[in-house]
């Protein structure tokens, strides 16, 4: 089942509802991008690629609710669609990546009608989608090598199955690696403040019958000390030109601690991940969420600080390059210098 797919019969975005799990397990279908854009600022859908397909989808979806009868008229309406789907979450650099994809496909384009580009814009979006299960397996295969028999590895936020369309990009590499037979046991970060690792990751690895065990993120600085783990795997969010890597918020600490404890830290991400135009991390938009969510065990839920007490919430940090070993992507890993590296796999 994906996380996110279009309904061709009721032509609509069908999604996961990720805030409901693990308690319960929800599709939601949205036949206005609005509502779809909505949908990415309110984390029903999350996870940097997942958000990317959505996004296209949900383009798709503001051309087939277009009225427009003349060409020029359609087009603006698509571009402002798009700078409201873009507004939905800053930091993924995938959302804009997709819907640069369509924009791109809509202007080159020779059709004179628009029933005819809310063809292509659909298509497109249906190509990313299928795209983004073919890159992560590719990621995995790449990935998968970098683990051996009886590893033990710290895996923060959820980037599975249900952070990508399917699969999954770092937990994809382990989930391969356990399906090649090699003995892994996962440290699942619960990762303050939404608990993705603690709802979503581990929710997953239920059902892929992979051995884990969750630990507060406080935890992982003892887990790397006492020498329990040999590997760390997270995903990204965006990647400045440079390797350095904006990821869900920990990551850096996470990294930090591995790196003094000499245990490889790696980052899977697809090259749509790869911003090109930043040239290093200081540049990378960081999103700040609500601060209920730091404030209360889950939005809406039990407030566990005292009435009137403020909170910040930035929602990613940036990872600086050295404390990373290496960067696997569906062309290959990426080792340091990165900046070299990443340049190198532009052109493949
Ligand atoms: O705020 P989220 O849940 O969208 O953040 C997700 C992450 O930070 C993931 O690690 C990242 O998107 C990579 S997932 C394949």
Known sequence: MRTVEWDSTKNCIRMIDQRLL????????FTDYQQAANS??????????AIGATAAFALALAARQSKADSINAFKNEIESASRVILNARPTAVNLAWAV??????MQESKAQDPGQIKEVLLLE???????????????????????????????????????????????GVIRLAHEQGKRVRVLVDETRPRLQGARLTAWELERYGIPYDIISDNAAGY?????????????ADRIAANGDVANKIGTYMLSLAAFDNHVPAFCVAPVSTIDYELANGSLIPIEERSMDEVLNIQAG??????????ARNPAFDVTPNRL?????????????????????????
């Open 22 to 29: 693990p308690g319960r397990f929800v599709q939601v279908e």
């Open 40 to 49: 990415i600022r309110d984390m029903v859908v999350r996870g940097a690629p």
């Open 100 to 105: 640069s994809r369509l924009l791109t496909k």
């Open 125 to 171: 979006a249906q190509r990313i989608a299928e795209e983004d299960i073919e890159t992560n397996l590719r990621m995995a295969e790449h990935g998968a090598k970098l683990i051996d028999d009886g590893d033990t590895i710290i895996h923060h936020c959820n980037t599975g199955a249900l952070a990508t369309v399917d699969w999954g990009t770092a937990l």
């Open 223 to 235: 887990f790397l000390r006492n020498g329990a783990v040999q590997k760390v795997f997270f995903g």
């Open 301 to 310: 839920g039990e407030a566990i600080a005292p009435k009137g007490a403020t």
């Open 324 to 348: 990373i070993r290496g960067i696997v992507t569906e062309k290959c890993v990426v080792y340091p210098p990165f900046e070299k590296g990443l340049k190198e796999i532009h052109k493949l």
